[in-house]
């Protein structure tokens, strides 16, 4: 089970827009409970793979900025 840190005021407004999403979309009306355990699903089952690409983009990110740094500390070396 993947779990996160969300807060619940964060967590309830989550809850609130899947409420939202099948009432506009699929013109039903599911209450707390059932918005819950489907906000449950999609975070057990998806939020790792979100998860995992967010870390891989932190990682490109660093690497590009240590690329970076590197060639900068090699600009600053004296000539001998």
């Known amino acids: 089970m ?6 619940q005021e964060k967590r309830r407004e989550m809850i609130q827009e899947i ?4 009432l506009e979309e699929r013109d039903e009306v599911i209450g707390e409970i059932a ?3 489907f906000w449950e699903f999609i ?3 998806f939020g790792p793979v979100f998860y995992n690409l967010a870390i891989k983009d932190a990682r490109d990110i660093v690497e590009q900025r240590m690329q970076t740094l590197e060639e900068d500390l090699y600009a600053l070396e004296k000539q001998q």
């Open 2 to 7: 993947f779990t996160t840190n969300v807060p």
């Open 43 to 45: 975070r057990d089952r």
């Open 19 to 22: 409420q939202n999403y099948f």
């Open 35 to 37: 918005a819950e355990a």
